[in-house]
């Protein structure tokens, strides 16, 4: 898989802002569970993605394997009709210590349980309005949103 392709496998980070008062919370209550959400992922019931699932807006929720030291962020808009665009927050090749986006636009198909980006394939899943792809360098799954 391409530097570019396997960039777009991605892992989002949601942060929320809010008013709070500063507290003090002990060092064991602020450790999280890495395995916490791969869990709760790996509880829902898979089946085949077909090309009526994918047309839509997705953000990256999970990111596992190899692909976690390159990318911190995913984005995906699936067109009708084959076409997609993306968008990943990356550790850049030239400097790892910064960060940048990359974007990608391209033609999407399936092939048995394959998504096929240009001509790099995934295994790919879906679960209600998750999509799980699959790969050798590691394993995203993204989650449909509406554009406000």
């Given at each position: 898989m391409s530097h570019s392709n396997v960039a777009l496998l991605a892992l989002v980070i949601v942060a929320s802002c809010g008013c709070y008062p500063s507290n003090v919370i002990d060092t064991q209550d602020r450790q999280v569970d890495p395995g916490?959400?791969?869990?709760?992922?790996a509880a829902l019931e898979w089946a085949a993605a077909t090309t009526e699932d994918l047309p839509g807006t997705y953000?990256?929720?999970?990111?596992?394997g190899d692909i976690v030291s390159l990318v911190v962020e995913a984005?995906?808009?699936f067109h009708v009709g084959g076409t997609y665009s993306g968008a990943a927050l990356v550790l850049s090749p030239a400097n790892p210590e910064r960060l940048e986006y990359q974007t990608l636009n391209g033609t999407?198909?399936?092939d048995g349980d394959q998504l096929v980006l240009d001509d790099e394939r995934a295994v790919i899943r879906r679960s209600g309005d998750f999509?799980?792809?699959?790969h050798?360098?590691?394993?995203?799954?993204?989650?449909?949103?509406?554009?406000?």
């Open positions: 916490s959400a791969a869990e709760v992922f953000a990256s929720v999970l990111i596992e984005r995906y808009i999407w198909s399936l999509l799980r792809l699959e050798a360098e590691g394993r995203i799954v993204l989650e449909r949103y509406e554009l406000p």
